[in-house]
C-alpha cells in the first residue's frame, strides 16, 4: 500500500473529520456492493485502519521525515485561483466547479477555504447564471376563459 493520506485523498493536516467523511465518501465508491474495485476497497480499508485510530496515525506521521505543514496561499493564475492541496491539486475554481460543485461549497466552509468565499460564490453564481440562459423559458399554456375574468 502507498501512502494512506494520498490513498484517502486527504492532506496530513487534515482532522479526524476530514479524513473521516473522505473514506465514507472514497468507500460508497469503491465498495465492490456498488461497483467498485476490491483492491481498490482494500487500500481505502488499510488506510483508514492506519489514519482512523490516532495513535497509528501519530506513529505513521512520526516515521515520514516529511513535516505537516500547512500550504501557503493558493496560486492565483490569472482571474481564478489554482488550489494547491487536496484533491483538486492544480485544478482552477471554475474546473471544479463544473466537476464537483458540492466540493468548492464544502471548502468555502472550512478554515482553509474560508478566504476563498467570495471568490467561490462568484464562480458558483457565473455557473448557476450560464445554465439559466440555457434552459428554455417557462410558458403559461393555461387558457383563461372569458367567464373566468
Known sequence: MGDPYTV???PRWADHDAIRTAYRVLARRCHPDFGGDERAMIQLNEAWHILGDPARRAALDAASARPTLR???PIQNGPRTVLDF??????SLTDIANADD???VWLSRTPLGRPLRAEIQAVLDERDHALAALRPPVVNTRRRHAWGR
Open 8 to 10: 484517502l485523498g486527504v
Open 71 to 73: 500550504p501557503g496561499p
Open 86 to 91: 487536496g484533491r483538486y491539486e492544480g485544478w
Open 102 to 104: 458540492d466540493y468548492l
